[in-house]
């Protein structure tokens, strides 16, 4: 199925270090969103961005919807060990219906070294 | 308020059996969707209901199938199960409307052998 270019795939960063993601796709979205998957359980909502160019923060973490709708990132600054866990960002569009779809990135594993 | 519960949690299966999971929405959330998640593919949407009729349906071949029901609640079945169907099966339910955002239960792990 469809899927969105997320990058990077994994990394490794110390405590305390910032942290950028992203992701990009080929079609164009009206919603943004970014989730949190920690083991063994289902995706949190961490950050959701309705427009473009929309700039949003959820305490350490920082989210833009882009200009051309068609990608965002997600910024995490002065990591701590519990933000250990799986990323990943979704874009949302409605089908002929009128309802709508989600299609997700592969998401960004993330690894804090203490 | 009580966030999306799926049951069960885990569940082996014998390869060529069927399986039935099922989903609690959020109070109030009418539309209901279903993803497969396995480490290489990722996320995968399987399909999404709204008042008890497929709103929306991924690439997944005629095995998958759901319903919803008046409640809202809604199951998914997957016949014929093969090894490959061994997968995080997670259900995402939100009010319906343009923007509204997916909220996921913790979803099934089913195990194919």
């Known amino acids: 199925g469809q899927q969105l270019n997320q990058s990077p795939q994994s990394m490794f960063i110390q405590e305390g270090e910032d942290v950028s993601m992203n992701c990009t796709s080929s079609?164009?979205?009206?919603?943004w969103l970014w989730y949190k998957q920690d083991p063994g359980e289902g995706p949190v909502l961490l950050i959701a961005?309705?427009?473009?160019?929309e700039l949003t923060s959820n305490g350490r973490l920082t989210a833009q919807f882009g200009i051309t709708r068609k990608d965002s990132f997600l910024n995490i600054s002065a990591s701590i060990p519990s933000d250990v866990g799986i990323y990943f960002c979704?874009?949302?569009?409605?089908?002929?219906?009128?309802?709508?779809?989600?299609?997700f990135g592969i998401g960004t594993k993330l690894q804090v070294i203490p | 308020k009580a966030g999306v519960t799926q049951t069960p949690r885990y569940l082996i299966k014998t390869r060529g059996q069927q399986v039935t999971l099922s989903c609690s929405p959020i109070s109030g959330h009418r539309s209901v969707s279903w993803y497969q998640q396995t480490p290489g593919q990722g996320l995968q949407f399987l399909f999404e209901y709204f008042s008890e009729t497929q709103r929306n349906k991924g690439n997944f071949p005629g095995r998958f199938s759901g319903r919803q029901f008046s409640n809202s609640r809604s199951e998914m079945n997957v016949s014929t199960l093969e090894l490959g169907d061994s997968a995080l099966y997670l259900c995402a339910s939100r009010r319906q409307g343009s923007g509204n955002t997916i909220y996921f239960g913790e979803g099934s792990w089913l195990t194919v052998v």
């Open positions: 979704a874009g949302q569009q409605a089908n002929s219906g009128g309802y709508q779809k989600v299609t």
């Open positions: 961005l309705y427009k473009a160019g």
């Open positions: 079609s164009i979205f009206n919603t």
